[in-house]
């Protein structure tokens, strides 16, 4: 509640109310700020407790434990809510690995492969697509777009574009896709929020999860405009 400055102010005082000692009972849905201020938390689930231990376990382990709800529903529902201008459609929006096999789940520096299928209305002259990855509470973490490459087709029907990422540096968790397609003179004719649910996983998990920050990681595009 406030603006940075007074959120500032009071995340400072309880820095001085740890370090004096104080017991302090914080209580929150904003799981990035329990990692944060506490040293240890209790997950409740229905009034129970579901989970308790130091703090960065208990978010890591609720992370874990909405990862199988948010895939299912993706599944259900591949596309959460997207507005468009009516000149172009996304088909699909598939995650790969690098034998072109769908998948949802991927190890921690492992490559990704985001390929969307697209069909364009009408003739899209060298159009740009930007596709971003949020946390599972929707903090951005990356942004990846074609407005810098040269080579870029121009889109009439059917085709496709994947993005390579070739060492996928996230830290286990849900992740999702948001997918926006420009005209070439920045109109925007496509936008979907949570286009895409993926995890990641990782059999040497060690790293608190706050500590991942935001990146940004070396990509190359694939055009085929012939489906």
């Given at each position: ?62 992370y874990n434990q909405s990862a199988s709800t948010a895939l299912e529903d993706n599944s259900a529902l591949p596309v959460m809510s997207f507005v468009s201008s009516g000149e172009v459609s996304i088909c699909s929006i598939d995650i790969l690995d690098d034998d072109s096999n769908l998948i949802e789940t991927l190890q921690t520096g492992e490559p990704l ?115």
């Amino acid at each position: 509640v406030g603006d940075l400055s007074f959120q500032r102010n009071c995340y400072d005082r309880l820095g001085q109310l740890r370090a004096a000692g104080v017991t302090v009972v914080f209580v929150s849905h904003a799981l990035r700020q329990v990692e944060r201020l506490c040293d240890r938390a209790i997950l409740l689930d229905s009034g129970k407790v579901d989970s308790l231990g130091e703090s960065a376990e208990v978010v890591n382990h609720y992370y874990n434990q909405s990862a199988s709800t948010a895939l299912e529903d993706n599944s259900a529902l591949p596309v959460m809510s997207f507005v468009s201008s009516g000149e172009v459609s996304i088909c699909s929006i598939d995650i790969l690995d690098d034998d072109s096999n769908l998948i949802e789940t991927l190890q921690t520096g492992e490559p990704l492969n985001i390929r969307v299928i697209y069909n364009a209305h009408e003739t899209l002259e060298q159009p740009i697509i930007a596709i971003s990855i949020l946390t599972a509470d929707f903090m951005l973490v990356t942004n990846f777009s074609t407005d810098g490459e040269q080579a870029r087709p121009n889109w009439r029907g059917k085709g496709s574009i994947v993005c390579h990422i070739p060492d996928l540096r996230l830290l286990p968790g849900v992740y999702y896709l948001r997918i926006i397609v420009r005209r070439n003179d920045g109109f925007k004719c496509f936008k979907a929020e949570r286009a895409k649910v993926f995890r990641v996983v990782s059999d040497s998990y060690d790293v608190r999860r706050s500590n991942f920050g935001i990146f940004q990681t070396q990509v190359s595009w694939r055009f085929n405009s012939e489906m």
